[in-house]
């Protein structure tokens, strides 16, 4: 069964301090991600609230993901609840995450760190299920 491509739409709102970047990755996810705290005395990086909605509409359930995040600035990878898997350094960076989602499910990835210069934005985000398959049932 072919599932139909619904864009997100996403609102700006100048009152707010930091908006928020929503995405569709394949068919199954919408991914939303913020940067809540920006570098400041004591320290230097940005944190970026990051979670995803699965909504399998054949039902699947997933083990493996992949966030891929794109940026204005080059970034320089910290952490996150994932293992980075490339794009240290550039503007692009993929992380791998091994949460088990249902068909319908809410996953909060956590805070993706990095470090950049003043007046980092996010550009793009998707969260890519790897192979729909959770590798339990």
Do not use: W
Request: glycine residues 12%.
């Amino acid at each position: 069964m072919k599932t139909t491509y619904k864009k997100p739409m996403a609102v700006v709102n100048g009152d707010v301090m930091e908006g928020v970047y929503m995405a569709s990755g394949d068919d199954c996810y919408t991914v939303t991600a913020r940067i809540h705290q920006k570098p400041e005395t004591g320290r230097g990086d940005y944190r970026i609230q990051v979670d995803g909605k699965h909504k399998a509409e054949d039902g699947h359930h997933a083990g493996s993901q992949t966030l891929v995040m794109s940026f204005n600035l080059p970034v320089e990878y910290v952490g996150s609840n994932g293992k980075l898997k490339s794009g240290d350094g550039s503007t692009k960076i993929k992380v791998d995450y091994s949460y088990h989602n249902n068909a319908t499910d809410n996953i909060g990835l956590g805070d993706l760190i990095v470090k950049a210069d003043a007046g980092l934005a996010i550009t793009h985000v998707e969260l890519i299920d790897n192979g729909h398959d959770c590798g339990q049932h």
